[in-house]
């Protein structure tokens, strides 16, 4: 089993940015994705970016040139540069990993885009 716990949400003005950061614990060795998801009011929770093991990477179509997940995260952490944001990124977003036997959630972290 491995645990989740992400940080670094906030309100952030329109064309601002947000560092969220996501921290692993437990059984980490059998990683192979890491990756962020969010969801908005009343919509169905999407995927925004992932990083494989061996650092592969991809990103929703909505938030590619704007959003990174950085290739140096390392195997117990994964991070999203959330840049030019726009007031659509608003939800809460969730860090998930996947194992062998299962995939792990986070709580979550409200991201909040708005002037």
């Known amino acids: 089993q491995v645990q989740l716990v992400e940080s670094g949400g906030g309100l952030v003005q329109p064309g601002g940015s947000l560092r969220l950061s996501c921290a692993a614990s437990?059984?980490?060795?059998?990683?192979?994705?890491m990756g962020w998801y969010r969801q908005a009011p009343g919509k169905q929770r999407e995927l925004v970016a992932g990083?494989?093991?061996?650092?592969?990477?991809n990103y929703a179509d909505s938030v590619k040139d704007r959003f990174t997940i950085p290739r140096a995260s390392a195997k117990n952490a994964v991070y999203l540069q959330m840049n030019s944001l726009k007031p659509e990124d608003t939800a809460v977003y969730y860090c998930?990993?996947?194992?062998?036997?299962?995939?792990?959630w986070g709580q979550g972290t409200q991201v909040t885009v708005s002037s």
């Open positions: 990083i494989t093991s061996g650092a592969k990477t």
């Open positions: 998930n990993c996947r194992t062998s036997a299962d995939s792990s």
């Open positions: 437990g059984s980490i060795f059998s990683i192979y994705f």
